[in-house]
């Protein structure tokens, strides 16, 4: 179970957390029209997104220091993932190596959580490291680059990266560790007070990249074959100029609320990003997802898929593994049934006819 600070930490929000009430508030403002007299039998929510199979359009979004939530942290998370069909985009922030995760659930679909590091040598070498232990994906975070104001951290005085949690891809790279000048994988480093002050003011000081551009991924392009997806994407502009650049994916988010608070729904923004994309690469959905009607109402909007990133967390700390199956099997069910009476067989063919906007004077079905 969480404690207090951990718990503050997961669930709290930049500001006065108006961004996060608006992520789930604004699924409230629609309304889904649903059809009888329908043949349920062939009803098939699965789905193939940049290459993977998966048997939901629901993902794991990358959620750092799970081990706040439970000792094996990410691990379980992905064994869950891998029994439930759903692939685990893997955070950067991990309290186990990349490695180990995969270890963990080898059958399973992964994709990992690029924080493209201001030292070359070590987003590089994440990069190697992740295509080899089988990552099907990247994923750059591109909403993160300045921690945002979060009053709930700061009043209980817990910042988990401070005292060496989520840095378990950092410490047992190579080059994070000559940078740190240890000698050896930094395993054991939260015990002994030089080393975790050695491995956290090099983590803070080359977790990311001063400055980065659209035209940047063609770097990136330049290092990997695997596909790219770019998240924390809400303007419709920036999306298409991604896009433009060779982002394989757009991911829309705002962090869940934890980055700028005041800010706009990103499900509000969905809509804008999928036209200004045009079609030209898939769209997923981050931030305020914590239902299976929720999917149904991100895909009419235009997604491909969703990402949710507290839920899997909650049910990690309340059951471990089976929490997280618990989780996904209830939203996956859920999801299910909400599309066959949607009129749907497949995801694919939900669009903004099978929505109605509430609370707006003459709507009517």
């Keep these: 179970m969480l404690d207090g600070p951990a718990f503050d930490y997961i669930a709290g929000a930049a500001g006065r957390e108006l961004t996060a009430a608006a992520n789930t508030a604004a699924f409230e403002r629609w309304g889904l029209v649903y059809r009888v007299l329908r043949d349920d039998s062939l009803t098939d929510p699965s789905l193939t997104l940049l290459g993977t199979p998966m048997s939901l359009p629901v993902l794991l979004a990358p959620a750092g ?18 029994e439930t069909g759903v692939t685990m985009v893997l955070s950067a922030g991990t309290s186990s190596s990349m490695e180990e995760v995969a270890d963990a659930a080898p059958q399973g679909h992964r994709w990992f959580q690029l924080a493209w590091s201001g030292d070359e040598k070590l987003a590089r070498s994440l990069l190697a490291r992740a295509q080899a232990a089988g990552y099907e994906a990247v994923m750059l ?24 949690h989520g840095i378990g891809n950092y410490v047992s790279d190579p080059r ?34 001063p400055a980065l551009r659209p035209r940047d ?11 790219i997806a770019v998240k924390g994407v809400c303007r419709p502009e920036e ?48 931030s305020g997802v914590r239902t299976g009607t929720d999917v149904l109402v991100a895909l009419a909007l235009g997604a491909s898929a969703v990402m949710i990133g507290r839920p899997w967390l909650y049910g990690l700390a309340i059951g ?38 509430l609370g707006t004077p003459g709507t009517g079905i």
């Design 141 to 164: 975070m591109g909403d993160c680059y300045r921690a945002g104001w979060r009053p709930r951290e700061m009043d209980s005085g817990f910042s988990p990266f401070r005292r060496g």
């Design 176 to 209: 994070f560790c000559e940078l740190a000048g240890l000698d050896a994988p930094g395993l054991g480093f939260r015990e002994d007070p030089v080393r975790l002050e050695a491995v956290v003011s090099t983590w803070d000081r080359v977790l990311t990249k």
């Design 217 to 227: 991924l063609a770097v990136l392009r330049s290092w990997t074959d695997l596909p």
């Design 320 to 357: 471990g593994q089976a929490g997280v199956e618990h989780v996904l099997r209830c939203l996956g069910a859920e999801f299910t049934d909400a599309l066959t009476l949607a009129g749907h067989r497949r995801c694919d063919t939900l669009t903004r006819d099978d929505l109605v906007p």
């Design 239 to 286: 999306a298409k100029q991604l896009v433009d650049a060779g982002a394989d994916a757009i991911v829309v988010s705002n962090h869940g609320g934890r980055q700028l608070d005041s800010g706009v729904a990103a499900l509000d923004c969905l809509a804008p990003v999928v036209a200004a994309v045009d079609g030209k690469a898939p769209v997923l959905f981050d």
């Design 65 to 82: 220091v799970a081990d706040l939530a439970h000792p094996e942290g990410e691990r379980a998370a992905a064994r869950a993932a891998a």
